[in-house]
């Protein structure tokens, strides 16, 4: 017989994975669960459901630390991070802010979620300690002067440049639509390109062609008006951040592999976003950094397309048993 995912455990792989996607996917705390089950004439103690998911989550570490290793071995990585409140028993009836730092591997479509006390550089100084490529941010500071920065070309992120236009019409709309629309023509050619399924190589021959003139324009537009906009106006605030990271924004451009922004990353912290608002905060940093594993798990299936429940539920019938040579075959959409 094969063994059960909880050792001498009453809940098959099923209820398991019905647990964790109730909670991730469809954003329902343990005790609505235990609610539901009550309905259904199924009495199921709270603390019953945590101790199976604390057990699901010990099963999935190995899985988790197999995708972590497998994300920092990428060339191109992009990186974001999003709080989460925390109880910790420092501040008695108030929430901790820790982060979870996501990084996002677009050529193998894998997510992974670091959960980190703190907003701090420490978090990707550790985690891109031993990392060579390029990494694509917003503007904020962490990113900068890490330690193994001689490793690292930085990109940045030209829907952030974009958003901060985009706030600025309401207060000098007749420059801020001049901007817009040069972000529109290069936001024309990625749309193109997805359209004509163009390879790496082909949609960097369209860039080249076609979005460095715009480019071009954009960069003297901003030498233009730098010193004429008041600089704590919205405006003004928008093109000294397009300008500052102009060497960064401008490198996608190079390589078709690279993103024209950080969208993506952002579509896979929007779950936590909604877990906020549903669950409010996680019990301790041990929560957070389960909650980290899951995260990592069911966006790397939504990325890739898998039915995050049937993958679940198969995964955990066949972790127990599974070498740690072939941890890598049950990773979502990986072979």
């Known amino acids: 017989m094969p063994s059960l995912p909880i050792a001498k455990g009453n809940a098959g792989a099923s209820m398991l994975a019905h647990v964790v996607i ?17 309905r259904q004439k199924v009495t199921i103690a709270e603390s019953t459901i945590g101790g199976w998911f604390s057990a699901t989550c010990k099963l999935l570490e190995p899985l988790y630390d197999t995708l972590r290793g497998k994300v920092i071995t990428t060339d191109y990585l992009q990186a974001d ?44 100084d550790e985690f891109l300690k031993n990392y060579t490529g390029y990494l694509q941010t917003d503007g904020y500071h962490a990113y900068n002067n890490l330690k193994n920065q001689a490793n690292i070309t930085q990109l940045a992120c030209m829907a952030h440049a974009r958003r901060k ?21 290069l936001y024309d050619l990625e749309r193109e390109a997805r359209e004509k399924n163009l390879s790496y190589d082909g949609l960097r021959e369209l860039r080249q062609h076609k979005a460095k003139p715009v480019l071009e324009k954009m960069k003297t537009w901003l030498d233009e008006h ?19 990271l102009w060497p960064r924004l401008v490198r996608y451009i190079d390589d ?24 409010l905060f996680a019990g301790s940093h041990e929560a957070a950094q389960n909650a980290a594993m899951i995260y990592s798990l069911l966006a790397t299936c939504k990325i890739n397309n898998v039915e995050p429940f049937s993958w679940l539920k198969q995964t955990l019938s066949v972790l127990p048993d599974c070498p740690a040579n072939q941890l890598n075959t049950l990773l979502p959409g990986q072979k």
Request: proline content about 7%; glycine content about 8%; cysteine-free.
């Open 22 to 38: 109730s909670k991730f996917v469809d954003q329902l705390p343990f005790y609505r669960q235990v609610q539901m089950f009550k």
């Open 81 to 124: 991070e999003t709080p989460i409140p925390v109880l910790t028993n420092d501040k008695p009836g108030s929430t901790h802010k820790g982060y979870h730092w996501v990084y996002y591997d677009p050529i193998n479509k894998i997510v992974l979620f670091d959960y980190q006390k703190t907003r701090g550089r420490e978090g990707p």
């Open 165 to 185: 236009f985009e706030h600025a019409l309401d207060s000098d709309p007749a420059l801020a639509a001049e901007a817009m629309k040069m972000f529109g023509q």
């Open 226 to 244: 730098l010193l004429t906009v008041l600089p704590k106006s919205a405006l003004g605030g928008a093109i000294a951040y397009t300008h500052n």
């Open 256 to 279: 078709g592999r690279f993103q024209i922004d950080n969208n993506l990353i952002e579509n896979s912290i929007r779950p936590v976003a909604l877990g906020r608002k549903n669950y």
